[in-house]
C-alpha cells in the first residue's frame, strides 16, 4: 500500500545511455512533481504536472523528458545520460486545491552514471 | 530571488539534549512552510507544517516548530533528541504566488551521539 512508488531504486549505467524512471501514486493526487538531489543534498524542482499538463519546467537539458500518461503516474526519461546527471531522483505528489497542501514523496532513484 | 537558508550544515549534538534547526527564508508575500525529514538512503518525510494561525506548530516525533513572521524564521526544536532522529532535515517554503513548487533549503545534518 505504498503511497508513491519509484521503479528502479537504483540505476546504474554508460554515458550517452537513454534510460526512464517511473513514478506511481495511489494517493488519488491530481498533481505530481519531479525533484532533483545532487550529491551535495540540495533538492531543486525539475517539472511539475496537474492534471497531466505541464505548469512548472524549470531550467532542464531538453535530454529530460517527463510524461505523464494519467493523473497517477509521471515518468521521466533521459537522452544521452552524461555524468553530472548522477543524483536521486525524487518523485512526489500533492493536491492541487491549495498551495498549502502537502507534498508525498517517492523512495527515490539512485542514478548513477559513469 | 526567493530563498530558503539553513545556516547549519551539520548539528551534533548529544542523546537527550535539546536541539534547535534553524531555516530563514526570503518574503514578499505569504508563505507557507514546512519541515521535512531525510533517513539514510530513504525518501522525504513530512515532519510538520504551517499554513495560518497559531505560530507554534507539532510534529511528529515531537518536534515542533515557531513561525516567526517579523524574523521570517521557522525554527524547528525538540526539547530531548533520540540516536533514531539522526538524519538530514530540510526547511521548505511555498510562497503564495500559485506556484505549486517547494523551494528547499540546503538540509541540516542532525548527528545524535550517545
Known amino acids: 500500500d505504498t503511497a508513491v512508488s519509484q521503479t528502479p531504486k537504483y540505476l546504474v549505467t554508460q554515458m550517452g545511455n537513454d534510460k526512464s524512471i517511473k513514478c506511481e501514486q495511489n494517493?488519488?493526487?491530481?498533481?505530481m512533481y519531479w525533484y532533483k538531489q545532487d550529491s551535495k543534498k540540495f533538492l531543486k524542482i525539475m517539472f511539475s504536472?496537474?492534471?497531466?499538463?505541464?505548469?512548472i519546467n524549470e531550467t532542464v537539458p531538453n535530454r529530460f523528458s517527463p510524461k505523464s500518461p494519467d493523473k497517477a503516474h509521471l515518468n521521466l526519461h533521459i537522452n544521452s545520460l552524461e555524468l553530472g546527471d548522477s543524483a536521486v531522483y525524487f518523485c512526489?505528489?500533492?493536491?492541487?486545491?491549495?498551495?498549502?497542501?502537502?507534498?508525498?514523496f517517492g523512495p527515490g532513484t539512485r542514478l548513477l552514471v559513469l | 530571488a526567493q530563498s530558503v537558508t539553513q545556516l547549519d550544515s551539520q548539528v551534533p549534538v548529544f542523546e537527550e539534549a535539546p536541539v534547535e534547526l534553524r531555516c530563514n527564508y526570503s518574503?514578499?508575500?505569504?508563505?507557507?512552510l514546512f519541515w521535512y525529514v531525510q533517513y539514510p538512503n530513504q525518501g522525504l518525510q513530512l515532519l510538520l507544517k504551517?499554513?495560518?494561525?497559531?505560530?507554534l506548530v507539532k510534529g511528529i516525533n515531537g518536534f515542533e516548530a515557531e513561525f516567526n513572521k517579523s524574523q521570517t524564521s521557522f525554527h524547528l526544536r525538540k526539547p530531548s533528541v533520540h540516536i533514531s532522529d539522526t538524519a538530514e532535515y530540510f526547511c521548505?517554503?511555498?510562497?503564495?504566488?500559485?506556484?505549486?513548487?517547494?523551494?528547499f533549503g540546503s538540509g541540516t545534518r542532525l548527528q545524535v551521539q550517545p
Open positions: 512526489a505528489s500533492s493536491q492541487w486545491r491549495t498551495i498549502g497542501e502537502t507534498q508525498y
Open positions: 494517493l488519488g493526487h491530481d498533481t
Open positions: 504536472y496537474n492534471n497531466k499538463e505541464l505548469i
Open positions: 518574503s514578499s508575500v505569504s508563505v507557507y
Open positions: 504551517y499554513l495560518s494561525g497559531s505560530t
Open positions: 521548505a517554503v511555498n510562497w503564495d504566488t500559485g506556484r505549486r513548487a517547494l523551494t
